[in-house]
């Protein structure tokens, strides 16, 4: 049996170190059936405070260790204003993936987590509709769509007004998706989360009563192992 391949995008100021360390007891769940490759964002995230050049480049010097260094996938539009409807560093992301794509791939699904899932989110509609946004994702990029999308705390990245609209269509995304929803999470909304749900077809939904994250619990990694499962 030929083994999935899932590409895994961590959350904002987080790092594939990190992410894969947090999802750890979901990703032994399916070992014996899925290989999870995780990838860290282009963009290190400077503190705000860190307004001129001479300290970022002195903070990223700053010994602290890779699993802690913060890295993003877009800058947020209060640290640096949108150009042309896109966020700073979106663009740059999304080459960054493809190239991932081509030298690691391919692979069969992408799971992401808060930043990383509002991106996933996006990513696998331009995957699956290359007449969406071309000169991003051209329809001769040589890759297929992702046969599957995890999404955890999800959300539209509204606020990029270049690709707000790709999720509310009223062409819903076909590609089949899982969306992980905590019920207490304080940084994205349940209603947020929910609202993404409704730009896929036929969601599968796991509410949990946690917060901002990936829960392990035995009903979480069964919802995962049973939704994994049926792509192998």
């Known amino acids: 049996m030929k083994r999935l391949r899932i590409l895994c995008l961590h959350g904002y100021t987080q790092n594939a170190i990190m992410f894969s360390k947090r999802t750890a007891a979901v990703r032994q769940s399916v070992e014996d059936i899925a290989d999870l490759v995780y990838v860290t964002a282009p963009h290190y995230i400077h503190s705000p405070t860190l ?3 001479s300290e970022r480049v002195e903070a990223e010097k700053e010994d602290i260790s890779e699993e802690h260094k913060p890295y993003g996938w877009w800058l947020l539009p209060k640290l640096a204003p949108a150009q042309n409807g896109y966020l700073v560093g979106f663009k740059e992301s999304v080459e960054y993936i493809k190239d991932v ?9 992408i799971l992401g987590f808060s930043q990383g899932a509002g991106f996933a989110a996006l990513l696998t509609k331009l995957m699956e509709d290359r007449s969406d946004l071309p000169d991003i994702i051209p329809p001769t990029f040589e890759h297929p769509p ?18 707000k609209e790709l999720l509310e269509k009223k062409s819903a995304v076909k590609t089949p998706s899982l969306h992980y929803i905590g019920d207490t999470d304080t940084l994205i909304s349940p209603e947020t989360m929910l609202s993404l749900t409704a730009a896929f077809e036929k969601p599968t939904v796991f509410r949990h ?13 069964e919802a995962f192992n049973k939704f994994i499962r049926q792509f192998a």
């Open 146 to 163: 992702f046969r599957f999308a995890i999404i955890v705390a999800g959300f539209n990245a509204k606020y990029q007004t270049a690709t």
């Open 51 to 53: 307004t001129s050049i």
């Open 209 to 221: 009563p946690g917060g901002h994250y990936l829960p392990y619990t035995s009903d979480s990694k």
């Open 101 to 109: 794509l081509i030298k690691e791939g391919p692979f069969d699904g």
